[in-house]
């Protein structure tokens, strides 16, 4: 199965060595997405709503690049690094995925730079139809 790799215009070089995502099968890979400016620095310091925002912003670039859409995310993964936090970061969720839900989980954990506050990781489903970058 051939696979190809996913890089929106504009995107920076990652702070590891991955890219944001991956396309394979008609399956989107979104890699880990933390809420990092060009010069992978945290944005929205102190603000779960808003660094979620940004990180599903940054997914739904990844995801368009691929030929598809936020309705055809079929799995996240949630890492919080406070659960005082889960509410806020709930909130701008549903609002990317106002219908039916994709499955998830969430977890409570340390995230690689201390001022993010969520990262998500994401599985979309486009089928065949996705045009690659």
Wanted: with cysteine.
């Amino acid at each position: 199965m051939p696979k190809q790799v996913v890089i929106p215009p504009g995107t920076t070089t990652p702070i590891a060595p991955f890219v944001p995502g991956t396309l394979a099968d008609g399956v989107v890979y979104v890699s880990g997405t933390l809420p990092f400016d060009a010069d992978n620095n945290v944005v929205h310091v102190g603000d779960p709503a808003a660094q979620t925002r940004h990180v599903l912003e940054t997914i739904k670039t990844v995801i368009e690049t691929a030929g598809g859409n936020m309705s055809d995310v079929t799995f996240n993964s949630i890492f919080i690094t406070d659960w005082t936090h889960y509410a806020a970061i709930n909130q701008v969720y549903a609002e990317y995925f106002p219908g039916d839900k994709p499955a998830r989980f969430c977890i409570q954990c340390g995230l690689v730079k201390p001022d993010a506050l969520v990262e998500i990781a994401t599985i979309a489903h486009i089928g065949t139809a996705g045009s690659g970058a």
